[in-house]
């Protein structure tokens, strides 16, 4: 799995999964999903941020890896992007949200230390 943490000064992008979702419903989550065959994860990366956001990320830059249980999900820092973040997927996001990164904390998130990375990605961005 892939995805990418949209920074953008000290905000981040965010998707809202929808509640009836199978796999982690009512949580938020960053843009993003499996990896195909014969993909790289900088490919499976830009594919999956264009199908659900719109957006085409230049310059992805690799930020943390989350290994938990069956989990393998490798995030990418996107700090540049062309396109303007729309949700294209509202069967799978039923919101799309810029967040301030010192009020992530306070959300339903899909994996616990999103919280640390999204600390980690703003921080590189300066």
Not at 17 to 29: A, G, I, K, L, T
Not at 36 to 65: F, K, S, T
Not at 76 to 87: H, K, L, Q, S, T
Request: hydrophobic letters at 40%; aromatic letters at 6%; proline letters at 8%.
């Amino acid at each position: 799995m892939v995805a990418g943490v949209l920074v953008r000064r000290a905000e981040v992008l965010l998707g809202h999964r929808s509640p009836d979702r199978r796999w982690y419903p009512d949580v938020w989550d960053f843009p993003g999903g499996h990896v195909e065959p014969g993909e790289d994860e900088c490919a499976a990366l830009a594919r999956e941020l264009r199908e659900e956001v719109g957006v085409v990320p230049p310059d992805p830059a690799p930020l943390a890896r989350l290994e938990d249980g069956k989990l393998h999900l490798a995030l990418w820092a996107v700090r540049a992007w062309d396109g303007e973040p729309r949700n294209l997927q509202p069967a799978e996001h039923d919101e799309l949200r810029r967040m301030a990164a010192r009020e992530v904390h306070r959300l339903r998130l899909a994996h616990r230390a999103y919280v640390d990375v999204v600390r980690q990605a703003v921080s590189r961005a300066g």
